[in-house]
């Protein structure tokens, strides 16, 4: 237990910053160390989520009020039938983004880094579907009938519309859900046997057996596991392609000025994983700091992830400059009419100067190699983008159309208590899952932790170097 | 004739009906047991149905509404006995098939929850039995005097020969009893405008070329509006052959200002210097501005062919300029003519409310027996109406509803609502015209007639046989069928008011003295309401939603005013305002009107009602107590402050101009005789790899295709309401309103180009265009709309569930969605006015207009029955039936000799937005401006 409430490495190895690993500790202390935040909880902890706790009463209350009374509670209209809900739909779907792209992409592409963090992103991934999958249900008219949507053989032999993008999309996101819970479980299974073997009541053992399935650590299943693994992180990897691009189409399908656009798909996904690394750090950099885990999640793995945001940032902005040149380049006094004026001087300009200067201005502060590894700026920064890019999907929704084709039609859009209370409690959910997950859950993959830290002490055992 | 007791269900929040639904539904889930069990309600079989009765097949009545006065025939549409739809009689004069918004909109007020249902004496409880003996002669005799001359009667403007008559033998009764009339805004200028009083003008604006229309809404409002209209349009339909030429001189932006060639906003004031500027040039001599130089050089040149119309509230000089200048052109005679008034006491001064109020302020009156309307609201506050009715003795009023009169009087009786009752009353050029009920009073409401009736102690009559007898003395001849004949048509025919001769008054005539106003003084400017009218109108949901035509403000009045104006004085759009004269004052939100005249305030009346209407109570701000005591539409000299507080309103349009679109366009006269396309892309279909036009396979005998034409469109919004009343449309109320939330299937669109001191309108109805290759369809993920193979994009309620993607992709942005259940809560009155032949839709679902599908799968089911083809012409949509102007042609493009076909082949079609490809089905003829070279500086 000792071992847990001290850093790992007795002399922090800080010759150099950026190494993936600061110390050799065995895999025992790194079990340890790792299992700690499971068998004891700190006041921290309970105030926060407390806090969740009460933002996921709020979504509970105003998703049931929404429920009861329709949408009208919503400030949607027409023209602007879509609003907040598709807003947080995109946005949350968006930050689940990142998970699987840290997870399976950069497995595949064998970025030994991933492994202190990846567990962290796989679980923001799954909670933030979960948040996601809300919003296209509570934003029907009659959710009830949500599973009409799905391609079933309903006795009447009616089927959905496959020319529309919406079906593709519920097929897209519940196949993409699955698929990560699937590769979030797997991933968990050696680590959960670890929790069984080391539980401190019977009961957490059963719970911990029961979902261990049996791990017995042989080498025989190491390597079914090793080709399970890989084989869904192939399996993950296109999904985080298609899910976001399914999602844009919801958009580009329609002919609306500001929404029919080509360059959708990639913008759309490419602003998702930006999103998503935003929240990694959200999540990660506190997580780091309150379970003391500075020498397995290290500057190398922030500097990374900092690269990465920038590197999003950057084809981001080249899309918000190609979507704007496309608009005036069309000669479409209605495309350039939405581009051109009603966005920068429309009535949510405002919104869109901040988006603009949130998610194209802040990760430029990347470019300096202290910023990246700074928390704090870190920290802001990603707050800052989560921001931006939640106005990025309110500026594309509700601006494009407030004043689309006919004049007489325009009219904007305010949201009510409820569209703000239902946003506010989900992420009051999304942290009331995250919490539950750093507790119950080991959330760092303490198995491949060990390896990566068995590799580093056989690669070179005297010191430890730069592998990023 | 069913009887339905809708006011015997007391009004609990669980009724004995409401208390049988849950048992029923807790038995459905039940289930096992429900068997056994009978029903709690006797099941009685229709033994006694009528012989021309079919449940499921509508049957059609005529009558006639009387509004200030006169009336208009109608066509009403009554559903096992429930009147359901309103139209207008193709045959009578005043209608010629079409509906104002006021006819349709009465069929709400039928069926309105707030209606009275109760007699009352103070605030007791009574009975009719109880009042008739009160007010029998027996009785009364002993209060007023054996010859009446404490009894007083106040009447709403009436030309019905049957009350008259009824009058008449009161009379006889009590022959020094005196009769008032209560005309809100009455004709007040017409009398003392001529040698002769009591004379009403007539027009006939088929044979009009020219016409200068001086602060009169002549196309949208007042006795035969409609008629005026479609004679009007009638001259605009092909402009390539004699179009009329019509000049509009107002302070505020009518209606008929915005169908104007050429508009000149004028302060009231300022309009009797205009006609006699346009008399003078008229008579040869000079001076004139510009603009009546070349109104009356047009009018000189069309030399009895050409109208002066004046606004009937208009001050007596307007008049008789107008009538100066109509003599001196010879239109007199040939396109205007005089009759005499039919109305009940003509427009005598000593019968306005004003003496009747001073004859109780000097105690002559210890009975008054009110027989409709709302003096108490409606009579200006300076009357003080209100106080003296207080001060009779005995009073009676017979009112719809508990309104503030109701308040004012000792005796309460519940009236019966014009389709609940027998009568008959002349239209404005005296056709005689009969009121048949549709239904037994609802309510157990008693007619003006019965309480004259009761008066003059005579046991109830007959009402039906005391018609019959007037109708006799009316054209229509002794025997059954002649009686029948005459009730099915719903008028007699062939009866007009002898015309008079009159000359206006010399002395009107002078030049009129430089107006002594202060700079920058306000006048204010009082007007009926198009939709509310004098506020009797105010508790009905379809008219407070409808969007003003002029400012698409809906659920208030406000302060019109000249955005210069504004200004000047500091004040924008929702400014509330301090309106003051002397120690009375209103406080009243602004509202900036393009092209209203400057330093002028227009007021409209019927607001601000606080009587027992749930609907109208709160709804806008209550002007009358600001009007001067002679009843003059006219304020001079009022003061006007800010007070700093603020108002939003519901405003259904907000941004006023095209933005360069080019949705509503219009052409010169000029343009079209030079051949100018209207538009650039017709005839050219976009290359694609696509199939054409994807789902459908427009292989039906029918293909639906609407189009309208801008052109005689003038934005009266008949066919708003008449869309629905057809469709059982909700209403949303005012913050669902100000959210954009409203439900009108068929909008009227209305564009504000050009200076803002003096701009032209164009109004364009906006409804679904049944795009063949609709964006709406393919977005949708559960196929809810599609599309039919006669070319209608169909909604299916049954299957839609909101993800209102449809609309999203809509650029018409014609789709409507039900954001929460907008139809909760009815009452069982409310629900016997929905239309059975169309769904009432859940919350959470997308409508749109249909086209009408339910009429025309009638038509086609009927003709399927008669073993005949359909044709495309059977088959006419609510919009189409009701416009005055019939602007709007419906029918199938498959028949090449169609109208709509035709249409849509001319040189001024275009479709809206027709560079999306997605082919609509609604057609646009584009509008024609009939413009005066001379006063158009590029020519």
């Known amino acids: ?468 | 004739m069913h009887r339905h007791d809708a006011h015997q269900e007391p009004h609990d929040e669980l009724t004995r009906r409401t208390f049988l639904k849950a048992l029923g539904a807790s038995l459905a889930l039940a289930g096992l047991d429900g068997c056994t069990r009978l029903p709690a309600e006797k099941i009685l079989p229709y033994v006694n149905q009528p012989p021309e009765l079919t449940p499921g097949i509508p049957l059609h009545y005529a009558t006639s509404m009387v509004l200030d006065g006169f009336a208009t025939g109608l066509i009403v549409e009554a559903h096992e006995g429930r009147p359901t739809k309103i139209e207008g009689n193709p045959e009578h004069p005043a209608s010629l098939g079409a509906a104002g918004l006021l006819e349709q909109a009465s069929l709400l007020q039928l069926y309105d929850p707030d209606r009275a249902t109760h007699l009352r004496n103070g605030s007791a409880p009574s009975s009719w039995q109880a009042f008739v003996t009160a007010f029998s002669p027996a009785a009364l005799r002993q209060r007023v005097g054996a010859r009446g001359e404490r009894l007083a009667l106040l009447l709403e403007p009436t030309s019905s020969p049957l009350i008259a008559s009824r009058v008449d033998v009161l009379r006889t009764l009590y022959p020094a009893m005196r009769v008032f009339v209560d005309a809100p805004l009455g004709a007040t200028g017409m009398d003392g405008a001529f040698t002769a009083t009591g004379v009403i003008p007539q027009y006939d604006f088929r044979a009009a070329d020219v016409i200068l229309s001086v602060g009169s809404n002549f196309l949208a409002a007042g006795p035969f509006n409609l008629r005026y209209a479609r004679d009007f349009s009638d001259r605009r339909r092909s402009p390539a052959s004699g179009m009329n030429r019509l000049y509009v001189a107002e302070s505020d932006f009518s209606v008929t200002g915005g169908a104007a060639d050429h508009r000149v906003p004028l302060a009231p004031g300022a309009l009797e210097s205009m006609l006699a500027e346009v008399l003078n040039a008229v008579r040869g001599g000079g001076g004139a501005s510009p603009w009546s130089a070349a109104v009356a050089q047009d009018l000189m040149a069309h030399t009895g062919r050409g109208v002066v119309i004046t606004g009937e509230n208009q001050s007596a000089r307007v008049h008789a300029f107008a009538a100066a200048i109509n003599d001196a052109l010879s239109n007199t005679g040939r396109t205007v003519w005089f009759t005499r008034s039919p109305l009940l006491g003509g427009t005598d001064t000593s019968t306005s409310v004003n003496a009747l109020s001073e004859a109780i302020a000097g105690g002559q009156i210890d009975t008054l027996v009110c027989l409709g309307g709302n003096p108490s609201y409606s009579t200006p506050g300076a009357v003080g109406f209100s106080a003296s009715m207080r001060r009779v003795p005995n009073s009676a009023y017979l009112g719809a509803y508990e309104n503030e009169t109701a308040r004012d009087a000792r005796w309460f009786v519940p009236a019966a609502h014009y389709l609940e009752t027998w009568g008959d009353a002349l239209a404005y050029d005296g056709t005689y015209s009969l009121v048949q009920p549709l239904v037994q009073p609802l309510h157990g409401g008693k007619s003006v007639v019965e309480l004259l009736s009761v008066l003059a102690g005579e046991p109830l009559p007959d009402v039906r046989e005391a018609v019959r007898k007037v109708a006799t003395t009316h054209g229509v001849a002794a025997g059954d069928t002649a009686w029948t004949g005459a009730l099915g048509r719903g008028f007699v025919a062939g009866q007009t008011l002898a015309r008079v001769t009159v000359t206006p008054r010399p002395d009107l005539l002078s030049p009129p003295t430089a107006v002594a106003q202060p700079d920058g003084a306000i006048t204010v400017a009082f007007a009926y309401d198009t939709r509310v009218h004098d506020g009797s109108f105010a508790n009905n949901g379809w008219l407070q939603e409808l969007p003003d035509p002029m400012t698409k403000a809906t659920w208030d009045n406000a302060a019109l005013i000249a955005p210069a104006t504004a200004r000047r004085l500091g004040i924008t759009t929702g400014d509330v305002l301090d309106i003051s004269n002397g120690n009375v004052a209103v406080r009243i939100p602004a509202l900036l009107v393009p092209g209203h005249a400057i330093d002028t305030l227009t007021l409209p009346l019927g607001y601000g009602r606080a009587g027992a209407e749930r609907v109208a109570r709160g709804v806008g701000v209550d002007v009358n107590p600001l009007r001067p005591a002679n009843g003059s539409s006219i304020l001079g000299g009022v003061a006007v402050k800010r007070t700093g507080e603020r108002h939003e309103f519901a405003v259904t349009q907000g941004h006023w101009t095209m933005e360069g679109r080019g949705q509503a366009r219009t052409l010169s006269l000029a343009e079209l005789s030079r051949g100018a396309p209207v538009s650039d892309r017709r005839a050219r279909r976009t290359l694609t790899i696509y199939d054409p036009p994807s789902a459908p396979r427009l292989d039906a005998p029918q293909q639906w295709a609407m189009t309208i034409d801008l052109g005689t469109c003038i934005g009266c919004s008949a066919c708003v309401v008449a869309c629905q009343a057809e469709n059982n449309i909700p209403v949303v109320g005012r913050d669902d309103v100000a959210n954009s939330r409203e439900m009108h299937w068929l909008r009227i669109d209305r564009y504000v180009e050009g200076p803002e001191e003096n701009p032209r309108t164009i109004t364009q109805p906006m409804l679904c265009q049944q795009c063949e290759n609709a964006p709406c369809e393919y977005v949708c993920p559960v196929g809810a709309t599609t599309h039919s193979s006669d070319g209608l994009n169909e909604m299916v309620y049954n299957r839609c569930v909101g993800t209102r993607f449809c609309s999203n992709n809509c650029p018409y942005k014609v789709r409507r969605f039900n954001w929460i259940d907008y139809n909760a809560g009815l009452s069982d009155t409310e629900q016997m006015g929905k239309n059975p032949d169309v769904t009432v839709r859940e919350r959470g679902v997308m409508e749109k207009c249909t086209f009408c599908v339910q009429r025309i799968r009638e038509a086609e089911i009927a003709a399927r029955v008669d073993g005949r083809p359909l044709r495309g012409s059977e088959v006419k949509t609510a919009c189409q039936q009701s416009c005055p102007t019939n602007a709007i042609v419906f029918g199938s493009l498959t028949e090449r000799d169609s109208d709509v076909a035709r249409q849509r082949g001319d040189q001024r079609a275009y479709t809206v937005l027709d560079e999306l490809d997605t082919h609509p089905r609604v057609t646009y003829l584009a509008r024609v401006r009939n413009a005066n070279s001379s006063l158009e500086p590029h020519g």
């Open chain 1, 1 to 468: 237990m000792s071992a847990a409430a001290r850093p790992l490495s007795e002399q922090p190895a800080r010759t150099d910053r950026l190494a993936l690993m600061h110390g050799r500790p065995s895999a025992g202390e790194l079990t340890d160390h790792l299992l700690a935040p499971l068998w004891r909880s700190s006041p921290l902890w309970w105030l926060l989520f407390a806090l969740s706790s009460a933002g996921t009463l709020l979504l509970i209350a105003t998703v049931t009020y929404t429920v009861a009374r329709g949408i009208g509670v919503w400030g949607n209209n027409i023209p602007v039938a879509w609003a907040y809900a598709i807003t947080n739909f995109v946005w949350w779907i968006g930050i689940g983004h990142a998970g699987t792209f840290i997870s399976a992409f950069l497995i595949l592409l064998n970025q030994r880094w991933r492994g202190s963090i990846n567990r962290v992103a796989e679980a923001m991934t799954i909670f933030a579907l979960v948040n996601a999958a809300i919003f296209p249900v509570l934003h029907l008219g009659r959710p009830w009938f949500f599973y009409w949507l799905i391609p079933y053989p309903a006795t009447m032999n009616v089927w959905p519309n496959f020319k529309s993008a919406l079906p593709w999309d519920v097929a897209a996101v519940t196949t993409y859900f699955t698929v990560s819970l699937l590769f979030w479980f797997l991933g968990l299974v050696p680590d959960l046997a670890s929790a069984r073997d080391r539980a401190t009541t019977r009961a957490r053992k059963i719970v911990y057996g029961i979902f261990a399935m049996g791990w017995r650590g042989s080498g025989f299943q190491w390597q079914r596991y090793r080709v399970a693994y890989v084989l869904l992180a192939g399996l993950a990897t296109p999904l985080v392609i298609s899910v976001h691009s399914v999602v844009s189409l919801d958009f580009s399908i329609a002919q609306l000025p500001g929404w029919h656009s080509t360059i959708f798909p990639p913008y759309f996904v490419v602003g998702a994983i930006y999103s998503g690394l935003a929240m990694v750090f959200v999540l990660v950099l506190p997580l780091r700091r309150a379970f003391k885990l500075h020498d397995i999640i290290t500057d190398a793995h922030l500097d990374a992830l900092a690269k990465l945001t920038l590197a999003m940032a950057l084809m981001l902005t080249y899309s918000y400059v190609i979507e704007t040149f496309m608009a005036w380049y069309s000669a479409n006094p209605a495309e350039q009419y939405t581009y051109l004026i009603a966005r920068p001087t429309g009535p949510y300009a405002v919104v869109y100067w901040i988006m603009t200067a949130l998610n194209v201005g802040t990760p430029q502060l990347f470019w300096v190699p202290r910023l990246r590894t700074n928390p704090v700026v870190l920290f802001v920064a990603s707050v800052g983008i989560l921001a931006g890019m939640w106005m990025e999907r309110f500026v594309i929704i509700v601006t494009s159309l407030n004043r689309d084709f006919l004049t007489s039609s325009w009219h904007t859009y305010a949201p009510t208590w409820v569209d703000w209370g239902i946003l506010a409690g989900s992420i009051g959910l999304f942290g009331f899952l995250f919490l539950l997950f750093v507790r119950f859950v080991p959330s760092v993959a303490i198995s491949e932790v060990k390896a990566l830290s068995i590799q580093l002490s056989a690669a070179r055992p005297a010191r430890a170097t730069s592998d990023a």
